[in-house]
Structure formats: C-alpha cells, structure tokens
Nanobody, 112 residues
Framework: VQLVESGGGLVQAGGSLRLSCTAS????????MGWYREVSGDKDREYVA????????YYAESVKGRFTISRDNGWSTLYLQMNDLKPEDTAMYYC??????WGQGTQVTVSS
C-alpha cells in the first residue's frame, strides 16, 4: 500500500484546510486508517483522528469538534477536514493505513 497526502499549506488562525490521502496498491488489505501529526523537533507523532472499517470515528481531544475524518470510494481516499485552525495545529500531518503503511506527510502551518 502506498499513501500520498496533499492539501497542506499556510492558513491564518480560524481558517480551514482539507487534507487528502490517496491510497494505491493492495487497498483491500486496509482495515482502518488515521491521521497523525508531528511537530517540528518533536520525536513523538501525535494521533489526530481515526476511521474504522465499520465507520466509527475517533478524535484526539484537542481536535474534537473542529476536525472531521472521512473517506471516499472505500479506502481509496481519506480526508481530514480541519476547521477553526489554531497555531498549535501547526505540524506535519501523516496519513496511515494502520499497521500497514505511512504517507510522506503534508505540512500545515497556522499563523496567528
């Protein structure tokens, strides 16, 4: 499975972005997907949101009510709609097919 993220960029606080993750390869092996983020200089990759095969969604407390995870055409494309962005949301965002693959990341920068 190969994952490619897109949609990152620079946005002012209060703005919105939608990240996309396009999957290719053995997509049928995917059972769940999620979004993670990594702040520059921080070794830890923080869980942001997840989506199970049954459609259950999970969010970190810090993004609940602001971010929405969804998918299209099975696991072909995963989205992360991010609203009311805050400077502390600035990070590299990674898409993951859980236990299978990671994308290369897309940078999100939120200015105050």
């Amino acid at each position: 499975v190969q994952l490619v993220e897109s949609g990152g960029g620079l946005v002012q606080a209060g703005g919105s972005l939608r990240l996309s993750c396009t999957a290719s390869g053995s997509i049928s092996s995917i059972n769940a997907m999620g979004w993670y983020r990594e702040v520059s200089g921080d070794k830890d990759r923080e869980y942001v949101a997840g989506l199970s095969g049954s459609g259950n969604t999970y969010y970190a407390e810090s993004v609940k009510g602001r971010f929405t995870i969804s998918r299209d055409n099975g696991w072909s494309t995963l989205y992360l709609q991010m609203n009311d962005l805050k400077p502390e949301d600035t990070a590299m965002y990674y898409c993951a097919a859980l236990a299978i693959a990671w994308g290369q990341g897309t940078q999100v920068t939120v200015s105050s």
